[in-house]
């Protein structure tokens, strides 16, 4: 099992998504939530779980289906084997 890192900006997109989430349904944050805990365990477990974004960064990304909205996780893997959650975007936002 890879060790997960959240860098600063992950964590920031996370709170902002889940508090714009929670002030249409508090219900669907909360889901929301869980989603992205277990997609994050699984993705500690499998670190190749994601697509290659191709654009020769070496960074992946990772589609969590919610109902209404899905979640984009875009990681890397480090020279470590650590696997770091570089931003969180949801499916119509654009993210570098």
């Given at each position: 099992m890879?060790?997960?890192v959240w860098l600063p900006e992950a964590v920031a997109?996370?709170?902002?998504?889940?508090?714009?989430?929670?002030?249409?349904?508090?219900?669907?944050?909360?889901?929301?939530a869980?989603?992205?805990?277990?997609?994050?365990?699984?993705l500690a477990e499998?670190?190749?779980?994601?697509?290659?974004?191709g654009d020769g960064t070496g960074r992946r990304e990772l589609l969590?289906?919610?109902a209404g909205i899905g979640?984009?996780?875009?990681?890397a893997l480090d020279e470590a084997g650590r696997v770091a959650l570089i931003r969180i975007g949801g499916g119509?936002?654009?993210?570098?």
């Open positions: 890879a060790k997960l997109d996370l709170d902002r998504l889940l508090d714009d989430l929670r002030a249409r349904s508090p219900e669907a944050a909360r889901r929301a869980q989603a992205v805990i277990r997609v994050t365990r699984r499998e670190a190749m779980l994601g697509r290659p974004m969590v289906p919610l979640l984009v996780l875009r990681y119509g936002e654009q993210r570098a």
